[in-house]
């Protein structure tokens, strides 16, 4: 199966995925970053790992549909079946969705539906809770508001910082996404039950 990545900024979830497709520990091609934001880590990441990249700007663009029209067309001419985002800042808008309907996922660094949107990690110690998360979850026209796919559980330590969370967030999202990845693209259940449990 042939897959896109999407990501705005540092795309370490994204080389993760290219590591497991190089190893072998996902049966998966990685046929094309498509990146929002000229100059992100991400497409220098690409260029290193040898992965293809469009960097697309939407301000190029008069309206989303085009910018996504646009995108679309690439997705198509490499027959790309699964579109997986990974840190893309940007909600995706009905071009994309109809035409990838149900072959969209996104992972989101809470336990959803709490925390959404942008700076789930801040928004998690703001709230003083005792545990957050991460989870993968199909993409609907919402804002991280589609069918929960997997989710990993995160213990938040008292003194606990945003650096440190983010880290241990960030380390479980990228053992989780190349794994879930392999079973949605690989699995013999069409339904994926992956829950995890880290302290
Ligand atoms: C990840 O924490 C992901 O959960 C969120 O954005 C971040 C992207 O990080 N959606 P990176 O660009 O993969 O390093």
Not at 20 to 39: F, T
Not at 146 to 157: H, Q, R, T, W
Not at 171 to 192: C, F, K, Q
Request: proline residues 5%; contains cysteine.
């Amino acid at each position: 199966k042939k897959i896109a990545v999407f990501a705005s900024g540092s795309g370490s979830n994204f080389q993760a995925i290219a590591v497991a497709v190089q190893s072998g520990s996902l049966n998966a091609e990685i046929s094309l970053l498509v990146c929002d934001k000229p100059g992100a880590f991400a497409v220098d990441r690409a260029e290193m790992l040898g992965i293809p990249a469009l960097v697309i700007s939407p301000k190029s663009y008069p309206s989303k549909e085009a910018y996504e029209a646009e995108i679309l067309q690439k997705l198509t001419n490499l027959d790309v079946d699964l579109i997986v985002l990974a840190g893309y800042m940007r909600l995706i808008g009905p071009t994309l969705l109809k035409a990838y309907e149900g072959e969209i996922v996104n992972i989101h660094p809470s336990l959803l539906p709490a925390f959404p949107g942008k700076d789930a990690i801040g928004q998690a110690l703001a709230a003083g809770v005792e545990k957050t998360g991460v989870t993968i979850h199909y993409v609907d026209e919402g804002m991280d508001t589609g069918p929960i796919i997997a989710s990993a559980s995160v213990k938040v330590e008292a003194g606990e910082t945003r650096e440190s969370l983010q880290k241990k967030i960030q380390r479980i999202e990228h053992s989780m996404y190349p794994e879930v990845l392999e079973e949605l693209l690989n699995g013999e259940e069409e339904a994926v039950q992956w829950e995890k449990s880290v302290h």
